[in-house]
C-alpha cells in the first residue's frame, strides 16, 4: 500500500511516498527556518503563508520522485492535529481536496504519532509493545506503545516541553533559533560541570517541569551580563544539555522498571540532541534494554512519519471523510 502523506503542523511544509508504512519511497521538505530566525521563532501567520504558497510544489515532487501518479496512490494521509492551526489547516484542506478529486481514502494522523512512527522507518523489526520517549518544541511525554495506534501516557510535562527550553535557553546566551541545534552544537566545546542547575521536582513519578530550569539558565546569563562578567556559552549549554538529559533519562529509566519494558524507543525533534542520545545509549546498555532511535534526518518534523503512521491508522479503519478539520490541541490517545 502507497500513502500521499503531507505535514504542515509547523515550519516545514512536506510531503512523501511511504509503502506498507516501512518504505519510504521519496521525502520532500520545504523549511521556513531562516525566514523566522530573524523573529527569534516561529510566526504562525508567515508559515501558513508559506505552506500555502508552496504545498503544490511540495507534493508534485514527492510524487514525481517516488514515481507515482496521484491516481496510483492508494490513499492520503495527512497530520489533522496538533499543532499552530493556521498551518494544521492549510494540510488538511489540501489533502481533503486531493482525496475527493482523485476518490482515495483520505486517513488523519496525529503529529506526535508520527514523530513514533519514525523508530519503524529506522528500524522495519520494531513493533508495539515499547516505552516511548517523545521530546519535541511542544510535547514531552512517556507513553507506552501498546499496538500501532493505542498509547498509554505515564508521564508528561507539567510546564514547558524540552524543546522549548532549548530554544528559550538557547535564547539567552545569544544563539540563534533553532536554538536546540545551535546549543547541542556548542555544548560539544564546552565543561557540563562549569554551571550546577538544579533538577526540578515533580509530584508524578514521571512527569517533567523545565520551566524552572530554563529560568535558571536565563538568570545565570542576565547576573553575568549585569555584573559585567564573561559568561562561557560552551559551558553554559554543556551544562544545560547533560541536566536535561539526565532529568528525561531518570524518569524514563524509572518507568522502564516499573513496567517491566525491556524495548525503549526515542522520538521527536529532540531526540537529535546527542546528550540524550548518549545517555539513553549508555543507560539501556547498563540495563540490557535494547534501544531504537530514529535517523537524525527523521527527527524533525516530516511527512515519511506521517506516511508511516498513516498505514497502521489505516489499517485500524481510523479514515475521514471531509468534515474532517484541524485541531491545535488533540491528547496522543484521542481519535479523530
Known amino acids: 500500500m502507497k500513502l500521499l502523506a503531507i505535514e504542515s503542523t509547523c515550519d516545514e511544509t512536506a510531503a512523501a511516498v511511504v509503502e506498507d508504512g516501512r518504505r519510504v519511497l521519496s521525502s520532500v521538505i520545504n523549511s521556513q527556518v531562516q525566514e523566522h530566525q530573524v523573529y527569534g521563532g516561529v510566526v504562525p501567520e508567515i508559515a501558513s503563508r508559506r505552506h500555502t504558497e508552496h504545498i503544490t510544489e511540495v507534493v508534485r515532487l514527492a510524487l514525481e520522485e517516488a514515481g507515482l501518479s496521484l491516481a496510483e496512490a492508494d490513499g492520503i494521509a495527512v497530520t489533522a492535529a496538533p499543532g499552530l492551526i493556521g498551518a494544521v489547516l492549510v494540510g488538511v484542506n489540501f489533502a481533503k481536496g486531493l482525496a475527493l478529486g482523485a476518490g482515495k481514502p483520505l486517513v488523519p494522523v496525529h503529529h506526535i504519532r508520527g514523530h513514533v512512527a519514525a523508530n519503524y522507518l529506522t528500524h522495519p523489526r520494531l513493533e508495539p509493545p515499547f516505552l516511548c520517549l517523545i521530546v519535541s518544541g511542544g510535547h514531552s511525554h512517556i507513553a507506552r506503545v501498546e499496538?500501532?495506534?493505542?498509547?498509554?501516557?505515564?508521564?508528561?510535562?507539567?510546564?514547558?516541553?524540552?524543546?522549548?527550553?532549548?530554544?528559550?535557553?538557547?535564547?539567552?546566551?545569544?544563539?540563534?533559533?533553532?536554538?536546540?541545534?545551535?546549543?547541542?552544537?556548542?555544548?560539544?566545546?564546552?565543561?557540563?560541570?562549569?554551571?550546577?542547575?538544579?533538577?526540578?521536582?515533580?509530584?508524578?513519578?514521571?512527569?517533567?517541569?523545565?520551566?524552572?530550569?530554563?529560568?535558571?539558565?536565563?538568570n545565570l546569563a542576565h547576573n553575568a551580563s549585569q555584573k559585567g562578567e564573561a559568561l562561557s556559552p560552551e559551558d553554559l549549554a554543556a551544562s544545560f544539555c547533560r541536566k536535561v538529559s539526565d532529568i528525561l533519562w531518570d524518569k524514563l529509566e524509572a518507568a522502564a522498571r516499573d513496567t517491566g519494558a525491556q524495548r525503549i524507543a526515542l522520538a521527536g525533534g529532540v531526540s537529535a540532541n546527542s546528550w540524550l542520545r548518549a545517555r539513553a545509549e549508555r543507560g539501556c546498555r547498563e540495563n540490557g534494554w535494547e534501544l531504537f532511535l530514529p535517523e537524525l534526518s527523521l527527527c524533525g518534523d516530516n511527512a515519511a512519519m506521517i506516511g508511516s503512521q498513516g498505514y497502521y491508522e489505516y489499517l485500524a479503519g481510523h479514515t475521514a471523510g471531509m468534515d474532517l478539520n484541524g485541531r491545535p490541541y488533540m491528547e496522543l490517545g484521542d481519535e479523530f
Open 147 to 218: 499496538d500501532y495506534t493505542t498509547y498509554r501516557i505515564l508521564g508528561r510535562t507539567q510546564d514547558d516541553a524540552a524543546g522549548e527550553a532549548f530554544d528559550k535557553a538557547a535564547r539567552s546566551v545569544g544563539l540563534p533559533y533553532p536554538g536546540g541545534v545551535a546549543l547541542d552544537r556548542i555544548s560539544r566545546q564546552g565543561d557540563p560541570e562549569r554551571y550546577p542547575l538544579p533538577t526540578p521536582h515533580t509530584a508524578g513519578k514521571y512527569d517533567f517541569s523545565f520551566s524552572g530550569l530554563k529560568t535558571a539558565v536565563i
